[in-house]
């Protein structure tokens, strides 16, 4: 009994070390590998698992295989959201994705932009994608689901009806290995193969323009020619509008020089009369000064005053005497004798003062 748990043991652990190379990737630094480069022995049990299992992370000692496969012509967006949505379904999962070729993707879709070998490369380069298997089949088959030991099969839940049958995956779907992604809206490869369709003169006249011939581009001499007239007249407007923008910020330039100028006058024509009021306004400096110097010159014709020590001023305030003509009023002269006495008398005096 010892022998055998121990075997058992040794060969889990076998299991394990094989496996781990083929279903870890724990860097992104290089792009998915093929499935048919790859050389894996996987000995570990591969054991049917439901939905719920392997939303609870069962099994332990391997993740969930998921398979999503399509055409992948002009790998964009939506192809992406997709694949991610695939990779993540469950906590632990390993996402293949399969790739139909040239041939079966013309014979029953339609022809491509990219050819396989493109849209093999462009897989190998997205990050949510583990492996690439290349030429996949259009119709899932038992033996290609057992040979990649695939657990679930990743799709839209819309019917797919082609290669005479109503939904290519509903075998997948009575068999619990189905897993529904949704579609993005607004992007497909229709879309874009619309949208080039549409502006067809647009993108071949912008071809043209960067050197591709009109052979390559499958162009006529004449529409050819008239591609590149329109290029030369496309150039022309594009030349006009580059000089009216020009002429335009010209403009703008000098409205915004004229305006300082205007502002920088105002301001200067302020300052101006503002120093011409200075000087010669009612209470101006040139008034005052006119003031004071007509003071001066009124000062220097003024006769001086007499000096405080006058004779005038040194005599005394007696009352001098009255001239010889004035009479005494309370005693006039009785006679003119006695008036002529007294005028001789007065006039004595004088000299003797003198």
């Known amino acids: 009994m010892k022998m055998v748990g121990s075997q058992k043991h040794r060969a889990e652990e076998e299991a ?11 860097t992104l630094t290089a792009p998915a590998p093929f499935a048919d480069e ?12 439901t939905i719920a299992q392997a939303r609870l992370g069962t099994p332990v000692d391997r993740p969930v295989r998921v398979y999503a496969d399509g055409i992948f012509d002009l790998f964009h967006s939506g192809h992406a959201r997709a694949l991610m949505q695939a990779k993540t379904l469950f906590p632990n999962s390993y996402l293949l994705v399969g790739v139909c070729s040239d041939d ?24 949510y994608v583990d492996e690439v298997i290349r030429d996949a089949p259009w119709t899932l088959t038992p033996e290609f689901l057992e040979k990649h030991k695939i657990d679930f099969v990743a799709h839209d839940d819309i019917p797919y009806s082609s290669a005479g049958s109503d939904d290519v995956y509903k075998h997948i779907k009575e068999a619990g290995m189905f897993v529904p992604t949704q579609r993005t809206e607004g992007i497909s490869t229709s879309d874009i193969i619309t949208r080039i369709v549409r502006d067809y003169d647009v993108y071949a006249r912008r071809n043209l323009q960067r050197g591709y011939t009109a052979k390559e581009l499958n162009v006529s001499f004449i529409n050819e020619k008239k591609y590149r007239f329109q290029n030369q007249v496309d150039k022309m407007k594009e030349k006009v509008k580059n000089v009216e923008e020009k002429s335009k910020e010209f403009v703008n330039k000098v409205e915004e020089k004229s305006h300082d100028l205007i502002q920088k006058w105002e301001e200067k024509s302020r300052e101006f009369i503002g120093n011409f009021l200075e000087l010669f306004g009612p209470d101006g400096a040139l008034k005052q000064m006119f003031q004071e110097r007509s003071g001066r010159m009124l000062q220097a014709f003024s006769p001086r005053q007499s000096p405080t020590s006058s004779p005038t001023r040194g005599r005394s305030p007696s009352r001098s005497p009255s001239p010889p003509w004035v009479f005494n009023k309370s005693s006039p002269p009785s006679s003119p004798k006695a008036a002529s006495a007294s005028l001789s008398s007065m006039s004595e005096g004088d000299e003797d003062e003198k």
């Not at 079966?104 to 380069?125: I, S």
């Open 16 to 26: 394990q070390e094989t496996c781990a190379p083929r279903f870890q990737r724990k």
């Open 104 to 127: 079966l993707t013309h014979k029953f879709k339609g022809f491509t932009v990219m050819n396989e070998t493109e849209r093999y490369e462009a897989l190998r380069h997205c990050r």
């Open 38 to 49: 790859t050389s894996c022995q996987c000995r570990a049990p591969h054991e049917k698992l």
